[in-house]
């Protein structure tokens, strides 16, 4: 069983900065692409960013690009999502996934359980 453990969510004030990790462990598949996704109640998830395995290839949503920082530590199977110059509209919760290299939820195999970060003016 594959499970992804998310941490650093908070609430915070329009401006600051916030660093959410996600570890993954259990019978992980090989090689997976790590990510973020976001969802707002009432609406669908949102692809964030995604990271490759290997070769530190990245893809981010327009509307956290330059924004948010993704990176990976294969070693402590770690992905984590940098947050700065948050914005009341990244007001989400946040899930972890693994899978396959992609910005759509098809390409998720496996998904967090979420985390709130809560944005204020």
């Known amino acids: 069983q594959v499970q992804l453990a998310e941490s650093g969510g908070g609430l915070v004030q329009a401006g600051d900065s916030l660093t959410l990790s996600c570890t993954i462990s259990?019978?992980?598949?090989?090689?997976?692409?790590m990510g973020w996704f976001r969802q707002i109640p009432g609406e669908e998830r949102e692809f964030i960013a995604v990271h490759s395995f290997s070769g530190s290839y990245t893809l981010y949503a327009d509307s956290v690009k330059g924004r948010f920082t993704i990176s990976r530590d294969n070693t402590r199977n770690t992905v984590v999502l940098q947050m700065n110059n948050l914005k009341q509209e990244d007001t989400a919760v946040y899930y972890c996934t693994a899978g396959y290299w992609g910005t759509t939820r098809h390409s998720v195999q496996y998904w967090g359980q979420g985390t709130q970060v809560t944005v204020s003016s």
């Open positions: 259990g019978r992980a598949p090989s090689n997976p692409a």
